[in-house]
């Protein structure tokens, strides 16, 4: 009977050997056959046959020698998670550390995954962009606007460059729940708009062509949100009949849950191509809908434009008044379009998690390589003892595995939380609302992938050095060897002086957002938005499209809002700070006694008298609008500061009559109007907090209704919640009709404006603190393991009369020296990728001394500390004690 040692030995016979063998005696058996008197191929299958149970042996032995292999492994990861237990701290360092920097990338990379590879999920949404009309007279930021429905139509018609083409604007929409008119987000569009997509319906079906023609009944089609929201989820309510703004509609479909393809839509209606449709006219004018397409396969930006370019020069040619003098048309995919500037926000924070998953992944070899070290006793005797290099060797990797998995399952946990965090801080809007953002898989097995590689291979190296290098200076030196082949001592301070340099990077970038934040928060807006609330009104269509029908609903709303309890004063306008400019727009001027156009850059406000008193601006020259001029539509306007100074340098702006050109375009508005300059203010926020005030114009509000929106501005002493309801109450008491599209206080609005970069700030420093924290265990760690190297060294040194505080500085200068060069190398880094955050950072330079000086204060601060503990040690080490122990 074989015992299984025999066979473990017949085992490790190389294969050829044993078929060669087996061979052999089969064609002995063979010819002994044939000699009897048996054929020669009976002869061969029966000797195959005679010998089929040696075969079994062999595949028995193999079988064997695999489980006693796998059983070998559950012994070492036995004893790993046993030297493990050993070392709570040690094992506590690596699995958090490890843990941190997968947590933290894998919720980052989630969020790139999710905008930069796959914002949308419809059908080759790689292919789908946009295009707009591109203004030359507005400047180069200028991002364009909508294309006219006769040049869509060309467009559709003549394209080469595209699959299909679809347009779309968005619209104000009634609908009144029982409670009050409400005002909702709607979608003009054309009715291949859900074949272009891909999506269908949840239920009811997709707009026909025949939907958009002009004998066809209106339809539309609502969003999941609005079919839970408003109507209850009834699957009833498709096939009956709704007023939207005052026109009956029949529901004949619902679209699924993800599906916001028009910013935020709640309806859909279709938009005919032939003239006169409904929906080809808005307040008076030709409608310029937002145009997408998808391009062709093999068709690049560049072709498509200029295929473009040239179908809509041809039309402009034919009826110029459509386009500008001078345009082009501009291209861009569908992801920049939407999330270019967020996406531009997340390449910094790109390369901030990756720095960190760097700081973690060295803190890890750092520690891996002392224990290595300190473990190279041990090793020594286990191979004096008869172990195998090979066994040593996968011990040890056994052990990196186990801190790796143990990372790996507390990192998956810290990714699921970091994300759900990161998408609470993520400004509304920066995320596809089509997107379910989620932990991505592909992301996940990345931070894994690099996580375990990193750990086996700082694993691998100790592991290597330990079980090749002498084992006789292993077992004199106790462990206390501090060089050897791979010079661990130089590579752990190359490590820390690496993480030190990380550390300094994600610092700077934090304080730089730190004080962006910091200056954006306390900017001067020229008015104090404490307690002052705004609302924006949805009028009926064709009910106060009017100048003079805007006062019968604006004036009694006014009233009756200013003696509301708690009210200071009330206003109406089509804007507040810091916005309202929209960077200003070019416009033609006559000034009466000059007989040259100007062409001034401003911006134009429609105000009530109030307006100023409720803000809080002050009169600098002249005198305030009354309500008389303000409801009368009287020609006065009142301008700011900048505007006087700019174009009135050397004389008194008061008096001055001036004409706007553009008044004299739109519908249901006077022709050829000169106003009079009556009074200038100071200046506020116009174009957003970074911008500097641009010239701005007030003129009465009940001028012209050709203005979306129409804000009432409250400046209250009460809390803003109850007095916004309040607001709502007395306008639904002067007309149940109207809504609202959004009301809020300006401090929260001017916080929005201001969201970027605190996403930004937000976001590394969080990274900064655990980059920190990383180094600073990581210099704690080398610091203690060098004392512990040195301890027979300290204790001679001491016994040969060395000071407490001699030994102190010693060890202290050594870590000074580490974080020394660490600081150096982050300063230049983090000057050179300075410009990362050039987009971000305001009110501030990216070379700013005062924050390389702070960051490095710190870092030498929090390196000092971390170094102080292991050199108090060493200063009280008894050098009776080391002496006689070693």
Avoid at 537 to 547: K, M
Avoid at 750 to 755: A, L
Avoid at 778 to 796: C, D, N, Q
Wanted: proline residues 5%; aromatic residues 10%.
């Amino acid at each position: 009977m074989f015992h299984w040692r025999d066979l473990l030995h017949w085992r490790s016979k190389q294969d050829h050997e044993l078929d060669k063998e087996l061979r052999a005696h089969v064609d002995l058996e063979a010819e002994e056959l044939q000699e009897s008197g048996v054929a020669p191929a009976e002869a061969h299958y029966a000797a195959q046959r005679a010998f089929g149970n040696t075969t079994l042996v062999k595949e028995d032995v193999r079988a064997l020698s695999a489980w006693i292999w796998f059983e070998t492994l559950f012994q070492d990861f036995g004893y790993g998670l046993r030297q493990l237990r050993k070392s709570p701290g040690f094992t506590a360092a690596a699995v958090l550390t490890l843990a941190l920097g997968i947590g933290a990338t894998t919720a980052i990379f989630s969020v790139v995954d999710s905008l930069l590879i796959a914002p949308f999920p419809y059908k080759d949404f790689d292919r789908v962009v946009t295009f707009a009309v591109h203004d030359f007279s507005r400047g180069p930021a200028n991002r364009g606007y909508g294309i006219p429905i006769p040049i869509l139509v060309a467009i559709r018609e003549q394209n080469h460059s595209f699959q299909d083409v679809l347009g779309f604007y968005n619209w104000d929409v009634r609908y009144n729940n029982g409670s009050g008119t409400r005002q909702f987000s709607g979608a003009w569009a054309t009715p291949n708009v859900f074949a272009f997509y891909g999506v269908p319906a949840l239920r009811g079906r997709w707009f026909a062509p025949e939907d958009a023609k002009p004998s066809s009944s209106p339809v539309f089609l609502i969003s999941f949100r609005f079919w839970q929201n408003e109507l209850g989820g009834d699957p009833a309510v498709v096939g009956k009949t709704f007023s939207l703004n005052n026109k009956g509609r029949t529901l004949i479909g619902i679209m699924p849950e993800n599906f916001e393809a028009f910013y935020g839509a709640s309806l859909y209606v279709p938009l005919g191509l032939y003239p006169g449709a409904e929906g080809g006219a808005f307040f008076g004018r030709p409608s310029t809908p937002n145009v997408i397409g998808r391009l062709k396969p093999g068709v690049s930006l560049e072709a498509a434009a200029a295929d473009l370019d040239a179908i809509v020069h041809n039309v402009a040619r034919l009826d110029p008044k459509s386009l500008p003098e001078r345009f082009s048309i501009l291209v861009e995919s569908l992801a920049d379009y939407r999330f270019g500037s967020f996406r531009k926000t997340l390449y910094p924070l790109v390369a901030a998690v990756s720095l960190l998953l760097l700081i973690a992944c060295s803190n890890v070899a750092n520690l891996l390589l002392a224990r290595a070290t300190a473990r190279q006793r041990e090793i020594s005797v286990r191979a004096s003892l008869g172990a195998s290099r090979f066994r040593l060797v996968r011990q040890l990797l056994t052990e990196s595995l186990i801190l790796a998995m143990l990372a790996c399952a507390l990192g998956c946990g810290l990714a699921y939380v970091g994300l759900k965090a990161v998408l609470t801080t993520v400004p509304k809007g920066w995320i596809s609302a089509e997107r379910t953002i989620g932990l991505s898989v592909v992301v996940l097995c990345f931070s894994i992938g690099v996580s375990l590689l990193t750990t086996l291979l700082c694993g691998l190296a100790p592991a290597l050095h330990a079980v090749w290098g002498s084992l006789q200076g292993g077992l004199a030196s106790g462990g206390k060897a501090s060089s050897g082949r791979f010079r661990q001592g130089g590579l752990r301070s190359i490590l820390v002086v690496g993480e030190i340099a990380i550390s300094i990077v994600l610092l700077v970038g934090a304080t730089l957002m730190i004080q962006t934040v910091v200056a954006l928060a306390h900017v001067d807006l020229g008015v104090n938005p404490a307690k002052l609330l705004y609302a924006m009104l949805a009028t009926p269509v064709g009910r106060y499209d009017r100048g003079d029908q805007k006062k019968l609903l604006i004036r009694p709303i006014l009233d009756r809002v200013s003696v509301l309890p708690g009210v200071l004063a009330a206003a109406e306008s089509t804007g507040w700070p810091p916005g309202s400019g929209g960077g200003g727009g070019k416009e033609e001027v006559t000034i009466v006694g000059e007989a040259q156009v100007q062409h001034w850059t401003l911006a134009i406000t429609m105000v009530s008298e109030d307006y100023f008193k409720t803000l809080g601006l002050s009169l600098l020259r002249g005198r305030w609008m009354t309500e008389t001029e303000a409801d009368a539509a009287r020609h006065v306007i009142i301008i700011n500061e900048t505007l006087a100074r700019r174009y009135f340098p050397n004389e008194d702006p008061v008096g001055q009559k001036v004409e706007f050109a553009g008044f004299n375009g739109l519908p249901d508005t006077p022709r050829d109007v000169f106003f009079e300059i009556i009074g200038v203010v100071s200046d506020c926020k116009n174009d957003g907090l970074r911008n500097p005030a641009i010239p701005q114009v007030y003129l009465p509000y009940t001028f012209t209704g050709v203005v979306m929106d129409r804000t009432i501005l409250v400046r209250t002493t009460v809390a803003a919640g109850s007095m916004l309801k309040s607001i709502a109450h007395e306008a639904w008491a002067v007309d149940p009709d109207v809504g609202f599209r959004e009301s809020g206080t300006v401090e929260s609005s001017v916080r929005d404006s201001y969201k970027e970069p605190r996403f930004v700030l937000n976001t590394l420093s969080l990274f900064g603190a655990i980059g920190l924290l990383l180094v600073s265990m990581g210099i704690f760690g080398l610091m203690a393991y060098t004392v512990s190297l040195r301890t027979h060294e300290l204790g001679i040194r001491m016994a040969l009369g060395a000071q407490r505080r001699g030994i102190l500085g010693m060890i202290v200068a050594k870590g000074i020296r580490l974080i020394g060069a660490g600081i150096i190398i982050g300063l230049v880094a983090s000057y050179c990728v300075r410009r990362l955050l050039a987009s971000e950072v305001w009110g501030i330079s990216t070379t700013d001394p005062s924050t390389f000086i702070v960051v490095t204060a710190l870092v030498l601060l929090v390196g000092i500390a971390a170094c102080y503990l292991p050199a108090l040690r060493a200063a009280n080490i008894d050098p009776l004690i080391t002496l006689r122990n070693e």
